[in-house]
C-alpha cells in the first residue's frame, strides 16, 4: 500500500475479527516503533504486546465503559502497551518530550499495522496503575497509551476533518498555507 494511502485510509477501528496475527506481523509492526525517532535518540519507549487471553482480560478492565474503543479491545486477539521512561528523554520549556517519543513510536505502529491489513485505535484514558502491576511495569515507567492490534470486522468512513487552510499557516499565524499568493 502506498504510504499516502495508508495514511489517508488509517482509521480508529473499534471492531476486530477473531483471526489470530501472526507473530512476524507482529514482529514487523514492532520494529517500525523500534525505528521512530526520539529525543536525543535515547528511545525511552518499551511495548507489551498481550495475547494471552487472561491476560487481555486485565487490559480490558483498565478502559472505562464509557470508551467506544473498549469493546474492540475485547475482541482483537492483541493488545499492546506502550511505555515511556520520563527520565529517559528530555523536558524542555515545561514539555515533558516522554510523551511525544511514545506518541510517535506507537503511531508508527498505527501506520505500519494498516499497511499490513490491520487495524489499531489509540487508547490514552486507561488505569495506569492497574496495568503497571498486571504487567511489571517499572516505577521509572509511565504507561501511557496502548492499543487493540487486529483485522477489521468494519470499515468505518473517515471522520469529518478540518480544511488544511484552518491548520497550516505560510510565514505568520493565519494566513493559510493554501493561499494562491
Not at 536525543?40 to 487472561?54: L, S, Y
Not at 514539555?95 to 490491520?118: F, M, P, R, S, T
Not at 499565524?173 to 494562491?180: E, H, I
Request: net charge negative.
Amino acid at each position: 500500500m502506498d504510504f499516502f494511502d495508508v495514511i489517508s485510509q488509517r482509521r480508529s477501528i473499534r471492531k476486530y475479527k477473531d483471526d489470530p496475527v501472526p507473530r512476524d506481523m507482529i514482529e514487523q509492526i514492532m520494529e517500525t516503533a523500534r525505528l521512530a525517532p526520539s529525543w536525543h535518540n535515547n528511545q525511552c519507549w518499551r511495548f507489551i504486546v498481550v495475547t494471552d487471553p487472561e491476560s487481555k482480560e486485565a487490559v480490558h478492565d483498565a478502559v472505562s465503559d464509557e470508551n467506544p474503543c473498549k469493546k474492540g479491545l475485547k475482541q482483537a486477539p492483541v493488545a499492546i502497551l506502550a511505555c515511556a521512561s520520563p527520565e529517559d528523554s528530555g523536558r524542555r520549556d515545561g514539555k515533558d518530550y516522554y510523551l511525544v517519543d511514545v506518541g510517535i513510536a506507537l503511531e508508527h505502529v498505527c501506520l505500519a499495522a494498516k499497511a499490513l491489513g490491520l487495524g489499531t485505535c489509540w487508547i490514552g484514558v486507561i488505569d495506569e496503575k492497574l496495568l503497571r502491576e498486571k504487567f511489571g511495569v517499572p516505577e521509572n515507567f509511565r504507561v501511557v497509551a496502548m492499543t487493540p492490534l487486529g483485522y477489521p470486522d468494519k470499515d468505518p468512513s473517515q471522520r469529518p476533518r478540518k480544511d488544511l487552510s484552518e491548520l497550516a499557516f505560510r510565514e505568520k499565524w493565519g494566513s493559510p498555507l493554501t493561499d494562491p499568493r
